[in-house]
């Protein structure tokens, strides 16, 4: 009994001792002493504390938006000092109809000879930036920082946009040690939630009694402990879509008394009908007059679907050129981007949409939310940031993107190439088609050369490019000066020096792009001894493995599907023979993610070897990562492997 | 007054004959040698800024410039910059086809205003009036004009001819006119090879120049502003954010700034000046006394940059940033002279311009307002010392390539003073690698490599400091991408700021370093500093070749060789020695398995003529061949 009565003292002393208190300026010793993150060495400040609240008000018969923010944040590196700069978003015209930033307060806290020194942000150093005629930004750093310093703000903001909630972040570059998110709203809202990256997180949701209304409040609680940060690793897509976040969408809005009744969006039916019904949307979709001229030239030139389609897509092209901002909606209407030569990409593609459909096919526009705008998994409008065309073929899909310039028939520019496609039919109704893996980017090259016995090589080096990597070739080189791509070849393959080159159909999209030079390398195999040492794939050999880090936490993302395909035949110099070749290797990842051949063989003085390499899934799982980079290695160290020769 | 009258006729009539309403857009009428390699072409422009009072003065701009291109897209955008006391008085643009017809008009309503905010700053109180353009067909032109009224008389924005790389002029035009009280100073460069025509009278200077060829940018080739023609003015009496001044030469500007810009700013707590005084107490070697400051600097505060009106050439109270603990290249600078000054040090605020691609100087010939950034000037006995103040990594006294080898205005209470920047020796930017490695019988390496790089080398591998292990990690596989399959065992990276030596030490094991081919092993002996690269070939260089700064790489690695083999082929010992370095590999045997070898490559900084592209060349293609250097192994 003795004992239990220890234990038990024990624990609650453990309890008390360790238990933080997160009240603003309770900021304890031991918080300013901590020397790293315990859960995290390497980290440079962590959250020690993030609290939100959001809720909804009614004021004069207006729903205002509110935000509470709490931060209590620990520095333990100079390098970590950034994060005690804060800078807020406050977006509106003008003075009555905008967010606004109140109540702030900020404190820096040290330790100096063991006792707690306290630093406040004086209103001084809080500067207000009038970043653009819609947003101002809120900007303030800390004062007095030194390293372990602890500093703590908290603000509120108002805001008239109640529908626009801003995402809760649960997931930072920096660990969170302690999350508390509520958001609250009236009962007169429903909401569409969305919750994304690989970081697991609970949502609670619950109702309470809102006394000031008479009415129940929803509420969406998180409350998290020890998140990790999240880090930055090559070929993903964006990061920011794989950091752990609650986004919430209104869906609708039911207010009897303040006369609301909106319905936002509840399903995809619904979130395309109602885009549909945006006159800057489906209204646009009707306007065809403008074009009335040129859709009876269009229709006397093209006469097969096909022909349409390719015809529509470089009209459109040629018609209005992209001023470099997406957008779903139409942003000045076709008509006046038609007769100005410039529109948004809404404007490029419902043309485009418009301009198909009065030629008869069956094409309908397809909503998109692009790379850096994150992936649409649940219903919604603000989900989607950019929109295509597509045409229903007797042969499938067929996507077109107008805005890019060296685009074609189901090879899309990159920023488009997100998850999946949202198709909005004319009777409202919705499909599905998978951005990602519409065509394979495919290269092949054939190389041929012949070594002379002082290992000079002589060759022609020829290669093809179809689908994303002859837009990727295009878009590249499409403006540049032809010295200039031979330069940059010469120099990137290991400077060969080319001789003769041609570059056909840079220009014509619909014809295959073919690269042609003849080429020279003194010295481009090694000579040692009596022995010849030849790297077969010359420059072409892949020499560096792109995956060099030892696990890996977010799937590898390569954009499209990809074929490289390498057939070599060599002349071996007179007065040699073989005295070994590298042996043929063929692996084969689980589940057809890809593959790597490589076969060899010789046939009198000639060698001749075909490499390929296929990766048939353009997003590969993190689970497959130790595959993917086996195979990386196999294939640098054998496209490396070297033909040996001897003299006779 | 008579002559100033009839001259200002004379220039509004010359304006009145080059204009929109005039001129001809249409493209075909630009001749094929100013197409030849250019992106744009300007057909005319008339600069003329008009200094009515030393605190005031309009700045006018009509220009016209054609896009051949879609390189050239970012010129047919207009950005003016503007604020407080730089009003923009009116802008309009035009936009024309290839045949010179109108197809755009663009009112000043059209831009959108834009906060300046640089990125760095957390604030800054520019703003930018900006209006882009997105071209529907090339060749276009635009045509536009504006007019800038500001009381900024420190800053007159010369004459840079030809300032973009593939631009050619067809016509251009800068006029300066002041008034007679005013003694304008001013330094003409780069004028040889150019038909400049310049007209000086009382209260008026102007260039003119016409057909001036495009250039292409090549790798290795001075900064543009280096050769191209440059007219930088100033005058004896202007207004500074509100305060006049009155300056005929360095040192009155320097007095100038001084009792204006930095006297009132030296305000350090006693608090603090105890603090620092105990801090240094016993000690009387006023160098080490700087070390001292220098650290404390280094471990109180942080770069955080704040552009207000006057605080963007004023620095900050040093008893605010001694509160705050942050501030900009002024602030801390400012900070650190007074620390200095509290334990009896001599130290002096200096104007500069930072930048590690150029070494770009003040203009001694034209005392004015000049300089992007501030140091600080520490003189010790027959020591010139420079202080950089903003970087917390940075060793004492060792800037680095961001302000080295320059000329900077030191202000002093008596007056500015141009002085030189230090000057790193090709040998100080030294890297030096001491390493071994083992290769085994299957063709993997085990490594043990330690590096230490002082110099302008220093700065390329300080990130590494800051860097957590994941990263860190990353960044030495990237470093040594000829090496694949790495897996790090060991790593450290230390910056010896007392010593001003990086230090780095490396363990690591690879797969296949060596390949494997039947009975033989082929390796490279270089493993851990292989420089492949090589310029690329030219068939026609233009400009001059300019290395801005050498480098000095020496590494000794001692090499073991794998059990089951013995050698069957070894490089000769290589030695090329040329004007632009030398390189020298050395293979030795030391016993039955092991080897030796050193590498030495020097790079020294210079000037040379266009004609040497190729010898040149030659020099990297050598030093890149025989630093991939290879032995091979034989089964015993």
Redesign the interface.
Known sequence: MKKIGVILLLLMFSQTSFAQDYKFGKVSKQELEEQFYPLDS?A?AAYLYKKRRTYTTITNGQIRLITDVYVRLKIY???G?DWA?ESQNLYGTSNSNSEKLSNLKAVTYNLENGKIVE?KLDKD?V?T?????YKK?K???M????KGSVVEWKYKIYSPFFTMIDDVVVQYKIPVKKYDAQISFLSYFSFNKRQKGYYPFKIIESSKRNIDFHTQDKVIKISEKNVPAI?QEPYVNNINNYSAALQLEVASLTAPTLGLFENYATSWDEIAKDIFKNTSFGGELKKTGHLKDDIILLKSKFTTPNAKIFGALEYVKKKI????IYGLYSYNGLRKAYK???GNIADINLTLVVVLKELGLNASPVLVSTRNHGIPLYPTKRGFNYVIANVKTAEGNILLDASEKYSLPNVLPLRAINWKGTIVKKDGTVGFVNLASLTTSFEETNLNYKITNDGLIEGMNRTKYKNYASLKYRKKYG?TKE?DII??I??KND?I?IVNFRISNLKDIFKPLVEIYKFEKE?GV?I??D?M?INPLLFIATS??PF???SREYPVDFGTPWEEKVNVLIQIPEGYTI??L?ENLGIEMTENLGLFIYMIKKQGNQVQITSLIKINNSIISANYYQELKKMF?QI??KQ???I?LTKI | MKKNNFLLIVFVLFVTSINSQTFDFNVNLISDELKTDANSVIRFENYHIDMTSQREMTIKLKTAITILNKKAKNHANITLAHDKRRIVKSVKAYYYNAYGKEIKKVKKKDFKDYSASDGFSLYNDGRYLHYSYTPTTYPFTVYYEYEIKTSNTAFISGWILNGSYNQSIEKSKFEFTYPEDIKLLKSEKNFEGYTVQKTEKTGLIAYEVENVKAIESEVHSPNLGSFLPIVRLGVNKFNLEGIDGEANNWKEFGKWYYNNLIQSTLDLPQVTKDEIKKLTKGIDNPKEKAKIVYKYVQDKVRYISVQVGIGGFKPMQASAVDKLSYGDCKALTNYTATLLNAVGVEAYHALIYGGSRGKKSIDANVVSQQGNHMVLYVPIEDENLWLECTSQNTPFADGGDFTDDRDALVITPDGGVIKHTRVYDDTENLQKINASYTLNNDGSIVADVKMVSSGTQFDNHLGFESLSDKKLDKQYKEFWDNINNMNITKMNAVNNKKEGKFEESVSFTADNYGAINGDRILFPINAFNVVSYVPKRMRNRKLPIEITRGFYDVDAVEVTLPSDYKIEAIPDTVSVDTKYGTYKLTIEKISENKLKYTREFLLKAGKYPKEEYGDYRNFRKKVAKYDKSKIVLIKQ
Not at chain 1, 143 to 146: A, C, E, G, I, M
Request: net charge negative; hydrophobic share 25%.
């Open positions: 390497s440079n590196n100079k390098e000092f700069t630093t150093n500067f930036e009038q970043a653009s005629k930004v900007k303030f750093t004062p007095n920082l030194k880090i050129k992209w001023n470099g100005e030569g410039v403006s010295d330069s940059e010469e120099e400077d020096e010295e090694e040692i001894g022995k040492y560096e493995n060099k880090i030892a005295e070994s590298p290695k640098v160290s490396n492997e070297k040996i």
